[in-house]
Structure formats: C-alpha cells, structure tokens
C-alpha cells in the first residue's frame, strides 16, 4: 500500500538554524498539509497546500515558517531560524480528494536545542 | 468554528474488558466529517475510520465499534475485549465540507490496556 514517508524521522538542531522537513506524499494525491505534535499534546494543523499553494495556514505558521513542493514528488516545511518550541513532532499528511482520510507519514521529531 | 473535545484524558483497563472512548463535536456547518485516528507508542497516526454527517449508522469493524449521534454531537469509540495491543493514544477529529478541509484534532484519549 503506498505511503507517506518523511525524512529524516530524527533531526537535531541548534536554536536559530535553518532546517528543511522533507515528505514525500502519495503519488495521486493532490491535497498536502503538515501538522506538528509538541510532545505529549494535541496534534496541530500548520498549513495546508493545494495546487501549488498555500490554501490554508494556522496562526502558528508564521514568517518563519514556509512550504514548498520543488517537484512533482517532494512537498518540504522549511522552519527559517530555529526556537526551542519549535521542538516537537511533525507529520506530513496528503489526500487525494478534499474529504477522504488524511494519510500520515511516520513524523519527524524536531529537537532544538 | 469547530472543535472536538475528548473529556477522557487517560483511561487504564485490563484485557478483555470493553472500552468506550468518548469524542463531541462542535461545528456550524451541516456537512462535515468525523475521522478516528490511533497513535501507538512507536507515534505514527493510523487511520481508523470516518464518517459523514449525513450517514449516523454505526459500524462495526471487528473488535471496533463506533457510535455517531447527530442529536447529541458525538461519535464514540468503542473497542470490545480490548488487548494489549490496544494500548495507544486515541484521537477524534473533524473536518468541515468545502475549502481545503484540514483535520481539527481532539486532545486525544491514552488507553493503556494492563494483561
């Protein structure tokens, strides 16, 4: 059965760096979000992207946060400079249609230390 | 706006016992869609199941079952003689009809299932 993948599944990183989360989404899908998950809470939608744009994004996605889908096949969160909240767990979902299920990749943990 | 309240923080059973997780929503819109994720300790998000506003049969997937109630504004969980392997955090969510639908989660419900 085809999934999302997510690389790397650990990433550690100083405050103020740059990181890039990689996804690859299911090939037929049209519809990509992330989500993150601080550790032990809820899961929090970030942003969705659709068409080759930002369709939505939650109060959390600031300035420092952007997406981009640079090919046909990767769909990457880029966090600018580094907080240590941003630590947390952040899980890269795609659809194929606006209202089936949401399939999740495996999640990268984020650590910023 | 919407929102999806799980009460239950933690709930701790022993096997073989039946297990009822509870999930409320709150939207405006008159279509929408209530999903069931599961999060084992290994902490990938496993889907479950979902369902229309418009369709409040419940359904039963082996060991699993689920309770939708428009009147009400809930879609309950129920896993029948629960195992260890049941042991995970339980999230409910909702998604309204049109735009972009992204998933509101519930705080989630750990179930820890003892031997």
């Known amino acids: 059965e085809p999934e999302v993948t997510q690389t790397p599944s650990h990433q550690v990183t100083q405050m103020g760096q740059e990181v890039i989360l990689r996804c690859v989404p299911i090939?037929?899908?049209?519809?990509f979000y992330w989500y993150r998950q601080i550790l032990g809470q809820k899961v929090e939608f970030l942003v969705s992207?659709?068409?080759?744009?930002?369709?939505?994004k939650s109060e959390i996605f600031d300035d420092q946060f952007s997406v981009e889908r640079p090919d046909g096949s990767n769909f990457t969160l880029k966090i600018r400079s580094t907080k240590l909240e941003d630590s947390a767990m952040y899980f890269c979902?795609?659809?194929?249609?606006?209202?089936?299920?949401?399939?999740f990749g495996n999640g990268t943990r984020l650590t910023v230390t | 706006a919407q929102k999806v309240t799980q009460a239950q923080t933690e709930i701790s059973v022993v096997e073989k016992e039946d297990v009822t997780l509870d999930c409320v929503y709150e939207?405006?819109?008159?279509?929408?869609?209530l999903f069931w994720y599961k999060q084992p300790p290994s902490g990938e998000l496993v889907f479950l199941i979902r369902?229309?506003?418009?369709?409040?049969q419940n359904e039963i997937s082996g060991r699993y079952s689920w309770n939708f109630q428009k009147s009400t504004s809930s879609f309950n969980f129920t896993i029948t003689a629960s195992q260890v392997v049941d042991s995970a955090v339980y999230f409910c969510?909702?998604?309204?009809?049109?735009?972009?639908?992204?998933?509101?989660f519930g705080a989630g419900t750990r179930l820890a299932v003892h031997p």
């Open positions: 090939s037929n899908h049209l519809y």
């Open positions: 969510a909702l998604s309204e009809s049109g735009g972009y639908n992204k998933l509101i």
């Open positions: 369902r229309n506003s418009f369709d409040e």
């Open positions: 992207f659709y068409n080759n744009e930002i369709s939505e």
């Open positions: 939207t405006r819109d008159t279509t929408y869609y």
């Open positions: 979902a795609s659809r194929d249609s606006s209202n089936s299920p949401l399939h």
